[in-house]
């Protein structure tokens, strides 16, 4: 089965800087990438995801790179500001008919500090 | 307006019991999934489950069942709880090639 692996576990960052998260997956048969923040004690929360036809997407401070041939992808944060402190989940799915069975990276804590 | 909801929030109960946790969508969605999220945040599929097909990740103990009485709910029953089922548990729905909505979460405890 698919297995991604997402580093760094911690991310300290002072307010304005950038920070970046990396993934990698294993299975070529992933074609779907998604993104997801999750504040403490709610629910995963989607910001942002790529498919395999697109190296790059971006949306306002976020932006995602994805190398096919690599099987890596990862996810831009441009001038971080406090409220984006969070933990940070990569995820990879082959789609097909459930774009939401999700193989989730370790997580990423990100710290942003004013 | 809540899209995925669960309840309940919080669950407590002592080892051996069987509980429930519900879920609805009000997105309309076709595809409706557990996931667990164990002590250290890692975020596990347990379930995924359309009208037509009910697809379970072979790694959880047939102690857990899904139950979709129709297409916007699908509840999670636990029977002879264990310690180890002590974790956040996730309910998410997905239409076509759109990623998952995630519900809130139920944190369930075992004592």
């Known amino acids: 089965g698919e297995n991604v692996e997402q580093h760094p576990s911690t991310l300290s960052v002072q307010e304005g800087d950038s920070a970046v998260i990396k993934c990698t997956y294993s299975d070529s048969a992933s074609n779907y990438f998604p993104w997801y923040k999750q504040e403490l004690g709610k629910g995963p929360q989607l910001i942002i995801d790529?498919?395999?036809?697109?190296g790059e997407k971006k949306d306002q401070r976020i932006a995602v790179t994805l190398n096919k041939t690599a099987k890596h992808f990862s996810l831009h944060i441009t001038e971080t500001q406090p409220e984006d402190s969070a933990v940070y989940f990569c995820?990879?799915?082959?789609?097909?008919?459930?774009?939401?069975?999700?193989?989730f990276g370790q997580g990423t804590i990100l710290t942003v500090h004013p | 307006d809540t899209a995925v909801s669960q309840t309940p929030k919080y669950l407590v109960t002592q080892m051996g019991n069987d509980k429930s946790i519900k879920c609805e969508q009000n997105?309309?969605?076709?595809?409706m999934y557990w996931y667990k999220q164990d002590s250290k945040k890692f975020l596990k599929i347990m379930f995924s489950?359309?009208?037509?097909?009910?697809?379970i990740n072979e790694t959880v103990p047939n102690r857990f069942s899904p139950k979709s009485p129709d297409k916007a709910h699908l509840n999670l029953h636990i029977n002879s709880l264990e310690l180890g089922d002590s974790a956040v548990y996730f309910c998410?729905?997905?239409?076509?090639?759109?990623?998952?909505?995630f519900g809130q979460g139920t944190r369930l405890t075992v004592v």
């Open positions: 995820a990879a799915s082959a789609g097909g008919t459930s774009y939401g069975k999700l193989t």
């Open positions: 997105l309309g969605h076709d595809t």
């Open positions: 998410a729905s997905s239409q076509g090639s759109l990623g998952a909505f």
């Open positions: 790529i498919r395999s036809n697109v």
């Open positions: 489950y359309n009208n037509k097909e009910l697809i």
